[in-house]
C-alpha cells in the first residue's frame, strides 16, 4: 500500500490510534490545531508545522521575507483557533548550501515583523544543513484560558467565518499562472491581484475576540469543505452550508470572471485561508460571517431555492494524488 | 557571502544578536540545548532537532524504527542536558510520496520504544508531503526543577562525560565503510562492530542522576572539543583536558586499530556520542568519567608527561566544508 491510497489524513488516523496512552494534563492532543496541556495551574497550548521547497513554497515567486513571516503565520493560526494567545516560537531550518547568510536574515526579518505584532518572542530552534531543497520547521507555544477544540459544536449552533474564502488559492493560482507564462515578480497581473497574491504568501491570521460563545473552533488551512467536515467529526454532528452566504472578495469574483474560473471551488477547496471557521449560538453579536448551521447529521450544501446537495471532505490533501 | 564561510556557529550568532528581545520568563533562551520558559510556578523546557535525509541519516543503512528512535533520542539529551524530565514529543514529518504507511508505521515503534521507557506522551505533530527525502523534526517538551545551563562553570571545576567518547562517529565510519564497499546491512563486519553501530544509529541518552553539584552542563553532539567549547564561551572559562583520561571503548580501540585509524580522533571531534558533559567541583561522588579541569583561561589537552597543546572547537558543523 502506498500513501497515495490512505492519504495524508488516513496516516494520521492510522499513527493516532497508536499515540492514545496519554496523561490526564494533556487536554487535548494529536486531531486538533494545537495540543492543549496542563502545566501547573496554567495551560499551554503547543502546535508545529513543517514548510518544504517545492511542496508548500517556491522560491521563484516568494521572497524570504514573505517566507519566514508565513511560517509564523500559520503557526499563530494554530494557537487563535483554540482560543488562545501565542508566546513563544521555535525555528528549525534545513538550508542548502548555496543560500547566502543574507536570505536566512531576510527570512528572520519576515517572521520577526509578525512576532513584533503580537509580542511572540523567538526562544530558540536547530539550524541544520539540507541537501536538496529549504526546509523550516516552526513551534508555537502560547498561552490559554479557556480551550476551544472543534468537539463541542451542537445542532442548531450557526457556523461562522472570519474572513471571505479563496483568496488564497486564486492568489496561488494566478502565481502559478504567472510563473508558467515567464513573468517575473512584480509583473502587470500580480499588481492587479496584489490582494489575493499577498493573502496567499502572507496570510494575516486574525482571533476572535470574544470566544466566551463559541462551541467549536478551526483554523481553514485544508479548505472549506475539509475543516467543517474536521468539525463534524470531532463534534459528531452534520452541517449546512448555504451557498449564498459564503463570503467572496470583490477580487475574487474578479480574477475568476476573468480567468474563467468558479469562484465558489476556490472558496469551498481552496486551501490555506486561515481565517477561522467557528460555531456558536446563531444570535451572537459578532463581525463573522455566518454561512451556515450545525444540524444532527448529514453534510449538505444548499442553494438559493433551498436545494440541498451532500458535499465531502474535499479539498488539499498531503499525499493524495 | 556563503554559508560554507561563515558557518552553523556564525549563523547562529547572527540570528541570536537578532533575538535578544525576550520576556523575563525565558530563563534560557537561544543558545543552549533547551530553552527554559517559566509557566506560573513551574519550568519548562522545550528542544528541537531537525532530520534530514542525506545530511543526518542515510536509510541504506538505518531502519525506519532506528531513526524514529534516534529521533526522540537526541531531543532528550537535549532536556538531560539542562537537568530536566522529557515528558511531551511533537512529530513533524515529510514524507516522500514513494514511502509506504508500514515505513511510516515502523518510524513510530522506534519512536514509541523510547518513549515508554520515559514515560513521554506523543501530543501532536504535523505530517505533510516532501519532493526529495524523509524530513523529521522532534519538539520536545520537559519539566525541571533546578535549571542547568552552559554558563556555571568555574575555574577549579571538574570537567565529567557520562560515557565513551567516539564510539558514534567510529560507528558511522564502519556503516560508510560497509556501504562503499557494497556490503549490506547486517554484513560480518556489523556484527562485530555491532555496538559501535547502534550506539550511532539508536544513541541512549542517559541523565546524570544528582545535579545538585553540577555547575553546567552540554550534551557532546558536535564532538567533545567544540561541545566543551561551548561551555568555556558561555561560562567564560578555559579548560584543560587530560589525553589519557578519555573514556575509549575496548570495540573503538580495536576497531581503530584495524582500519589504522586514532581513536582518540573519533573521542574528540566526533558527533553524535549524545553523552553529557558537566562540570562540578572535582571531589563529588559520580560514575562519570573525570577528563579535565576547568581554568581562568585558555583551551588546552594535556598529554601523559604534562605538555599543553592548544585546541581549537574542531568536529561536526553544518555548512563547514
Same mark, same amino acid.
Given at each position: 500500500m502506498r500513501l497515495s491510497k490512505i492519504g495524508e489524513f488516513g496516516l494520521i488516523k492510522k499513527l493516532r490510534s497508536r499515540c492514545r496512552n496519554t496523561p490526564p494534563e494533556i487536554l487535548t492532543g494529536i486531531g486538533d490545531d494545537s495540543a492543549a496541556i496542563k502545566i501547573g495551574n496554567r495551560k499551554i497550548l503547543v502546535t508545529t508545522d513543517m514548510l518544504i521547497e517545492g511542496i508548500h513554497f517556491d522560491l521563484s515567486y516568494t521572497t524570504f521575507f514573505q517566507l519566514g513571516y508565513k511560517l509564523l503565520a500559520v503557526n499563530i493560526s494554530d494557537i487563535f483557533a483554540m482560543g488562545g494567545y501565542p508566546k513563544y516560537f521555535f525555528i528549525s531550518l534545513g538550508i542548502p548550501k548555496r543560500f547566502k547568510p543574507d536570505d536566512i536574515g531576510a527570512l528572520y526579518s519576515g517572521i520577526l515583523k509578525l512576532a513584533k505584532k503580537y509580542d511572540i518572542a523567538i526562544a530558540g530552534g536547530d539550524t541544520c544543513a539540507s541537501e536538496k531543497g529549504l526546509v523550516l520547521n516552526g513551534t508555537l507555544i502560547g498561552t490559554a484560558g479557556r480551550i476551544v477544540t472543534r #468537539? %463541542? #459544536?451542537? #445542532?442548531g449552533d450557526g457556523i461562522f467565518v472570519t474572513d471571505t474564502l479563496g483568496d488564497s488559492a486564486m492568489g496561488l493560482e494566478l502565481l502559478k499562472r504567472q510563473k508558467a507564462k515567464g513573468e517575473r515578480q512584480g509583473a502587470r497581473g500580480e499588481q492587479l491581484f496584489a490582494h489575493l497574491i499577498k493573502k496567499h504568501l502572507m496570510p494575516e491570521p486574525t482571533p476572535v475576540k470574544d470566544i466566551a460563545d463559541i462551541t467549536s473552533m478551526i483554523d481553514i488551512s485544508d479548505g472549506l469543505l475539509i475543516d467543517l467536515s474536521h468539525i463534524c467529526d470531532e463534534s459528531k454532528a452534520g452541517a449546512v452550508i448555504h451557498r449564498n452566504k459564503i463570503p467572496l472578495s470583490r477580487e475574487l469574483a474578479d480574477a475568476a470572471k476573468i480567468s474563467g474560473l468558479d469562484p465558489l471551488r476556490f472558496a469551498l477547496k481552496? %486551501?490555506?485561508?486561515?481565517a477561522l471557521l467557528f460555531t456558536a449560538p446563531q444570535d451572537i453579536k459578532t463581525n463573522a460571517f455566518r454561512i451556515g448551521e450545525i444540524v444532527r447529521k448529514g453534510r449538505f450544501i444548499m442553494d438559493e431555492k433551498g436545494r440541498k446537495t451532500r458535499f465531502k471532505a474535499e479539498g488539499y490533501e498531503h499525499f493524495k494524488e
Amino acid at each position: 500500500m502506498r500513501l497515495s491510497k490512505i492519504g495524508e489524513f488516513g496516516l494520521i488516523k492510522k499513527l493516532r490510534s497508536r499515540c492514545r496512552n496519554t496523561p490526564p494534563e494533556i487536554l487535548t492532543g494529536i486531531g486538533d490545531d494545537s495540543a492543549a496541556i496542563k502545566i501547573g495551574n496554567r495551560k499551554i497550548l503547543v502546535t508545529t508545522d513543517m514548510l518544504i521547497e517545492g511542496i508548500h513554497f517556491d522560491l521563484s515567486y516568494t521572497t524570504f521575507f514573505q517566507l519566514g513571516y508565513k511560517l509564523l503565520a500559520v503557526n499563530i493560526s494554530d494557537i487563535f483557533a483554540m482560543g488562545g494567545y501565542p508566546k513563544y516560537f521555535f525555528i528549525s531550518l534545513g538550508i542548502p548550501k548555496r543560500f547566502k547568510p543574507d536570505d536566512i536574515g531576510a527570512l528572520y526579518s519576515g517572521i520577526l515583523k509578525l512576532a513584533k505584532k503580537y509580542d511572540i518572542a523567538i526562544a530558540g530552534g536547530d539550524t541544520c544543513a539540507s541537501e536538496k531543497g529549504l526546509v523550516l520547521n516552526g513551534t508555537l507555544i502560547g498561552t490559554a484560558g479557556r480551550i476551544v477544540t472543534r #468537539a %463541542g #459544536a451542537r #445542532a442548531g449552533d450557526g457556523i461562522f467565518v472570519t474572513d471571505t474564502l479563496g483568496d488564497s488559492a486564486m492568489g496561488l493560482e494566478l502565481l502559478k499562472r504567472q510563473k508558467a507564462k515567464g513573468e517575473r515578480q512584480g509583473a502587470r497581473g500580480e499588481q492587479l491581484f496584489a490582494h489575493l497574491i499577498k493573502k496567499h504568501l502572507m496570510p494575516e491570521p486574525t482571533p476572535v475576540k470574544d470566544i466566551a460563545d463559541i462551541t467549536s473552533m478551526i483554523d481553514i488551512s485544508d479548505g472549506l469543505l475539509i475543516d467543517l467536515s474536521h468539525i463534524c467529526d470531532e463534534s459528531k454532528a452534520g452541517a449546512v452550508i448555504h451557498r449564498n452566504k459564503i463570503p467572496l472578495s470583490r477580487e475574487l469574483a474578479d480574477a475568476a470572471k476573468i480567468s474563467g474560473l468558479d469562484p465558489l471551488r476556490f472558496a469551498l477547496k481552496g %486551501g490555506e485561508d486561515y481565517a477561522l471557521l467557528f460555531t456558536a449560538p446563531q444570535d451572537i453579536k459578532t463581525n463573522a460571517f455566518r454561512i451556515g448551521e450545525i444540524v444532527r447529521k448529514g453534510r449538505f450544501i444548499m442553494d438559493e431555492k433551498g436545494r440541498k446537495t451532500r458535499f465531502k471532505a474535499e479539498g488539499y490533501e498531503h499525499f493524495k494524488e
